[in-house]
């Protein structure tokens, strides 16, 4: 782990093409912080610091220019710290000492300790690349071994510092409601950019990743950064005049600083660093890889499912659920999903939550005798809820009043006609954890969809200690469920949910079996949203549905054909009506569900490249198998159809990526050669009813 002997304090972590190698310099100031030295493939330390600095800082202190790796504002007092520590004076500026280190034998693993004489607090910086994967995992504990308490002014988990000498180029995604995962980017050539949330959930407006790249290199070297954190975020990226740009990761605390009291620890949210010598595209490749093994035994291939969501909405009963499951298993559909309606109070969203009784009125004959009757077709059983929320007209609400946040004296922000259960309460997460394992275990049930439709808007409770971190406290009973949940029900597939994609995270990730990234089906929204769902997800969390939905903000008509190929790019579901589709439809359906289930497992475990995007002239991605010998293609006309057929055009060149330039590919019946396909590309004819392609080449 170390290079040298212990007093050079140098220690290089190796991933499966990459390294990390940091060090605790001996000047300035021996001791005082841990600063990166190197980060990019096997061999980049060998030679003097792309990151290091030590020229003059007039008016700024050397702290402020050095790659540190988790810095005070004793240490960045200028230029923006990681962590702020205020003590009950008032009083600021916690100064680190070197105190220790700890390294295993494989080059995976590094602890680092500093601690503060002044206040006592301790601080353990840990490192890990999982085996197999690029990706570096950065957490910090926090001690307080003082004799009084403090408080956390700001929490971050870690700065990641980036060599950008002609200039920053930013990757991000923005969105909102419907309109998520927007991919963006921004030059930045000196200055900061922020993205955040204050929600207590990741939100709608920004996911928490950012890619950093050098302007001269736009599909070279790129490095990027994501939080596994399920509440308020804040990435927050800032380039100096140097050339170096470092990126803070970390919590966001809006309602303010956070208590250590005497003898208290707090560990802070785990923050991952990956890296590719090829661009985004390649990023996307490291950030697949990491999150299959997050996912680890369970991932399987992901049941093909129907919602009755866009179906029904919430006039749910026995006999318009049994009438859309008959057709959904005819059609070749694996899992049956009740969405929202099924329980007693609820013919709309004025009420009903918190009541997680079926109805016995929508299930006259018994609900378990309606979920046999769904079985009994092939079918798994799935079911949708929302624990973490409560109708102001339901019966949990009139007996449990002060389990919502909530202000006293004020009145509470209603959003969906709903308020926000304090998960951080122990008797509230009992309740929710009680009401999901109940209905897990009393019913048959194979197939979860939790969601959350509203983030917080009050502060809630304060505590007889102190303000209480009640992100926090919410965020850590959630996972402690999932968890529990994960335990007692593995066979169970849990669907995260939040009004669509405002709940993706590398948390939700490691404990969710597959994400809805957003309730807009219509295709040609979807396939933006999708697209950029995919640089920072793999395919298996990407859960997609044919619907009849034209799209919210681009209502261009497009095929079954461009529906079906658009909701294969992961986790294939079906939400359209339908009892109303023809007998050609349905036809057409289920042999488009038959070529899914053929490609699936290599959708789920393939090497993924994204080939140009929504708003250019070609779209597609491919997935390769992890043999190289089996390549699937799926493409997808963005622009205006020739209806006619009259304008004169040549195919449209996909280029794929990856192959082996002297082996031949057969597709159909005809053949190419790797080169060809890589330099060249696939052609692709699109007409009036050709707006879509599915095509798999087998290497021969």
Partial sequence: MSRGDQTRRVWTLR??????????????????????????????????????????????????????????????????????????????RVSWRWSHTEADADQRQLTVGFADPVTGLRAVIRYEIPAGTDVVRRWVELTNDGPAPLRLVRAGSAGFCVPTPHGARLSYQWGQWAQEFQLD??????????????????????????????NAEPDGPTWGMALAWTGSWEITADRDT????????????????????????????????????????????????????????????????????????????????????????????????VDDGWFVGRPDDH????????????????????????????????????PECVSPRSKLYAEHPDWVYAIDGRPITPVRNQYLLDLGRPEVAEFVHSTVDGLLRR?????????????????????????????????????????????????????????????????????????WPSDNTGPLDRLAIQYGFLHANAPHLLSSWVTDSPGLFDPRPRSLAFRFVLAMAGVLGIGADIRHWSPEQRTEAAAWIARYKEIREIVMHGTVHLIGGPDQSRCAVQY??????????????????????LLPSRPVRLPLRGLDPAARYRHDERHYSGSHLQSVGLPVHWTATHDAELAVLQRV
Avoid at 377 to 382: E, I, P, V
């Fill in 15 to 92: 991933g499966a093409s990459t390294e990390y190698t940091v060090a605790v310099p001996e000047v300035p100031e021996h001791g005082r912080w841990l600063e990166l030295v190197a980060w990019g493939p096997h061999g980049v330390s060998d030679g003097p610091s792309p990151v290091g600095y030590d020229g003059p800082t007039p008016f700024l202190t050397a702290g402020d220019a050095a790659p540190i790796e988790y810095a005070t504002d004793a240490n960045r007092p200028f230029t923006g710290p990681d962590l702020v520590v205020e003590t009950a004076t008032g009083d600021r």
């Fill in 624 to 645: 390769t198998s992890p043999d190289g010998g089996t390549v699937v293609v799926l493409a997808w006309h963005t622009g205006r159809l020739d209806g006619a057929g």
């Fill in 185 to 214: 980017h921004v030059d930045l050539g000196h200055g900061g950019f922020t993205i955040g949330s204050a929600q207590g959930v990741p939100g709608h407006l920004y996911v928490p990743w950012l890619a950093v790249r050098d």
């Fill in 443 to 515: 019913h048959d049930i194979g197939y979860l969809k939790w969601d959350f439709n509203r983030p917080r808007t009050e502060p809630g409770r304060g505590g007889a200690g102190g303000r209480v971190d009640l992100d926090g406290a919410h965020v850590a009973n959630l996972h402690r469920i999932y968890r529990d949940l994960r335990r007692d029900h593995p066979h169970v597939v849990i669907e995260a949910c939040a009004g669509g994609g405002a709940r993706t995270d590398l948390a939700m990730a490691a404990l969710s079996d597959v994400f």
């Fill in 351 to 386: 009420g009903g939550l918190g009541d997680w009784t079926p109805d016995p009125a929508k299930f006259p004959a018994g609900f378990d005798n309606f979920v046999k009757e769904v079985r009994a077709l092939g079918l798994n059983f799935g079911l949708w809820v929302e």
């Fill in 242 to 337: 140097g050339g170096l740009t470092r990126v803070r990761v970390g919590r966001n605390l809006p309602d303010g600083p956070l208590d250590l009291p005497a003898g208290a620890s707090l560990t802070l949210p785990v923050a991952a660093g990956a890296y590719s010598p090829d661009g985004l595209d390649g990023l996307a490749r490291v950030w697949h890889t990491y999150q299959r093994q997050l996912a680890g035994e369970r991932l399987s291939p992901r049941p093909v499912l129907y919602n009755s969501w866009e179906a029904t909405y919430f006039a749910v009963d026995a006999d318009n659920q049994l009438a859309l499951a008959r057709i959904a298993a005819d059609l070749g559909v694996e899992t049956f999903v």
